[in-house]
Each structure stands twice: as C-alpha cells, then as structure tokens.
C-alpha cells in the first residue's frame, strides 16, 4: 500500500514538472518571438541602449506583455529543470548536475530582474531609460554567463544519463557553451553606437533559445513517459 501511495505521488511530481516546462517554454517562446518580430537592428552610429529602449517605449503594451510573458516562462522552466534534477538524482547522484541546476535556476531569477527592467522604461523619466536599459544589458550579460554554463553542463550530464537524443544535447552543450564565450566576447567588445556588435550575440542567443525550447518539450515528454 505503501509503495503505491509512493508511487501515484512520484508520477504526481513528474506530471506536474512536465506541465512547468510546456507552459514555460510556451510562454517564453511567445516572449522570444515578440521581441524577435517587433525589434530590427539599429542603425550604425546610433546608440544602441537608447534606440533599443525607444523600441520598448514605442510599443509599451505589447512590450509589457512581453515582460509578463517571460517572468512567467523563465520561473516555470526553471521549477520545471529542478525537478528534473530531482528526478535525475533518484537514479544516480550526480552532484555536478546539481551545481549546473542551482546556476541556471539562479539565473532565470536573474533574467526576472533584467526584464523588469522593460517596465521601468515604460513608467520611468525619459532621461533615465537609456541608463535602465544599459542596466538591463548588463545584467543579462552578467547572469547570461551563469546561463548558458549551466545549460551546456545539465545537457552533458543528461547525455551521460542518455536522457534525450545524444547528438541533440551534444548540439545544445556545444551551442550553450559558444554562447557563454561569445558573452565574454561582446563585453570587451561591444561599441553602443554600432549595433553590429551585438549581431553575433544576438544569432547565438537566438539558435541556443530555439534549442532550449525543444528541449522543455522532450524533457517534459520524457518525464510524462517516464
């Protein structure tokens, strides 16, 4: 009786970690796709933080929806990944999975603070949201590392435990591991008044978030399965 009880409450736990992670990365790839549509680079030249935080002034509502969109989406992912860590654990102890698991929940807490930063753009003084949206940067820079550190390793223990498709986690570890680089890259190289500074950064972010989203999918079809 026991081991049933133990049992219906672990599928419980499964269920619900699965759930987290379709609607997170439903809610972050709506997110990802309305920053994606609605922004185009700025023009050599101009300030890149004052154009970017025009652009979120210029569409206010759909910029706040957005934010909404994402704090949501980056809190469920993350409660979705620290179950899956529990799940993992029950296996095999893995403690660098749980080190990888504590960077990137840390993380996605700290994208919560970067993209509020959006609706203190929209309600601030006009002299003040060029700065707020250097601050915004900066911190996405800064917990970005922390990021895609913690991705690139949760996808390589997760290959060694052949949770998912090997050649995709490798894909995703090599991609996450490229865009922790290529953040370190962009902060000693970054010019705000060229935004082709940003392109390389801005393509590496795009292909690791479009991978990221598949693997909440697989991961939460694994763990309903499972």
């Known amino acids: 009786m026991k081991d049933r009880a133990m049992k219906k409450s672990s599928l419980s736990e499964n269920q619900l970690s699965a759930f987290s992670l379709y609607a997170g990365s439903t809610l972050s790839g709506i997110s990802f796709l309305m920053q994606l549509f609605l922004s185009s680079p700025p023009n050599k030249g101009e300030h890149i933080f004052t154009y970017y935080a025009n652009q979120i002034l210029l569409n206010s509502n759909v910029s706040m929806l957005s934010a909404l969109f994402s704090f949501f989406g980056s809190i469920a992912i993350a409660f979705g990944v620290f179950s899956l860590n529990q799940f993992i654990q029950k296996k095999s102890i893995n403690p660098l999975m749980n080190l990888s698991v ?125």
Request: proline share 2%.
């Open 102 to 226: 504590f960077l990137f929940v840390i993380s996605s807490i700290g994208f919560v603070i970067s993209r509020a930063h959006d609706l203190l753009i929209i309600w601030g003084s006009p002299s003040e949201f060029s700065n707020n949206m250097m601050v915004e940067f900066a911190l996405i820079f800064s917990f970005g590392l922390f990021y895609w550190l913690g991705i690139a390793v949760i996808a390589y223990c997760l290959k060694e435990n052949e949770f998912l498709n090997n050649n995709f986690l490798l894909a995703l570890s090599i991609v996450s591991i490229f865009n922790f680089l290529l953040i370190i890259y962009t902060i000693f190289n970054v010019d705000p008044y060229d935004g082709s500074t940003l392109v390389p950064l801005y393509t590496g972010f795009t292909i690791g978030n479009i991978l990221v989203i598949f693997f909440c999918f697989l991961s939460a079809k694994k763990l309903i399965n499972s």
